[in-house]
Structure formats: C-alpha cells, structure tokens
C-alpha cells in the first residue's frame, strides 16, 4: 500500500514538473515543409542535421511565385561553405557560408506558452504530448512560435514572422534519431576541385528574399538558416 502511494505521488510530481527549454538530439534525419502565408514560398523536401559536425544537407523541392525548382545543398558551417550540389550532371558550386551554425533547441529565455496533446490523451499511446513556445528571434527582427516534442525535444513545428514574406510556416515530420547516410554529409568526390569565389558576397539569412532580382529560383539554405537562427539561444 505504501509503495502504491509513494508511486502515485511521483506520477503527479511528474505531470506536475514544468517543461523546461531543451535541445534536439544532435544527429536528425528527417523531412520538412516551408510555407508563406502570402503563398509566394512553397518547399519540401528532405533534411540530415548534424550537430556536431555543424552539417547539414538538403534535398527539395518548391514553388517560388508560381516557378519550379529543386535543390541539393549541403551547409558546411565548419568550412564556412555552402556547396550546391547536381548530381546528374556532376558539377557542385562553393560559396562562402556567412552565418553561424545554430542547433535546434529552445532558447533559454523563450516562453512557455502551453503544453498540449495530439491525437487523444484517452488511452496510452493514442497521443504525443508537446511543448508550445514563444520568444524573440535572436537579430530582434520579429517573434517566433515552436513546438516540441515533450519527450526527445524533437522539433515539430515552427513560425516566425519575416517582413518580407509575413508568416513562415516550418513544419518538421518522419523525424528519425541519428544520420542514416552519414556520406551525404561529406561533398561528393566531383566537389574535391570547387573553390570558393571569394568576390561572391557571403550567404546570409534573408539575402536572397530581400533581393528577388538576384536569381530566378530560391536557394534552399536561406529558409533552413531562418529556421536554425530562430533556436539560437540569446545567451
């Protein structure tokens, strides 16, 4: 009997513990979305993230203002290179990787602003139980809204207002602990040769937003930036 009543008081003590700010695991394989609510961006694709390599590699496809377009691009923030990748003809481009690394976690000054479940709490295993944040971006350049898993700390969702396109939507899914192809995080053989343009201007979080001009389809790196910068911690 005492032990049933000493167990009991743990569970509350759990249920009632406050989430607290967390990081994601360092290595994730997954899937991602990235929508504007003025409809002008519209991507998809497939992500590695490795924390501690400081890599990660995309592979998407998108809609930008009604255009097409595909990319494979791996963001080497040790290098400070970001190489864009075609395998079918076997060329790979370098570019110089102005921003720092960020690694998804909740900033500690982030607010809580509620924990909630999907699916259904009814039954166990019926539901996912996340954490709900709010904070500022890290530049001070607007608000974001995330949500994690309760366990894992694993992303799920992410918001966070641009001037340029309102409302950016991310949403991360088919999340799988650990790299399941760690050589797609080394360049390809045919990029042994790329060498940094070191006149080309570096590759900053909105630079190719800001500037529509600059070429015809968006590069994929500026929205997985947005969505790494937006974990930063301030601290």
Partial sequence: MKLAVVLACFVVFCLAE????????PLLTGRLSVTTNDEKVGIFGKYLYDAVGQRVRLFEMGNFKGQTFTADVLLHFTEAAMYEINDAKRTCKKSPLKADFQPLKIPQNAFRISQTVVGSSSVPGQGLLMNNWSGKLPDKTGDFLTTVTELG???VSLTYKTKEFGWVLADFYDNVIGITNPNLLEPPEFCAGAAIDVEEEPRDYLSFYANENRVQSPSIEQSLLNLWNAFKDHH
Avoid: D, E, R
């Fill in 153 to 155: 700390c694993i992303p």
């Fill in 18 to 25: 406050k989430p607290l700010p967390c990081t994601s695991p």
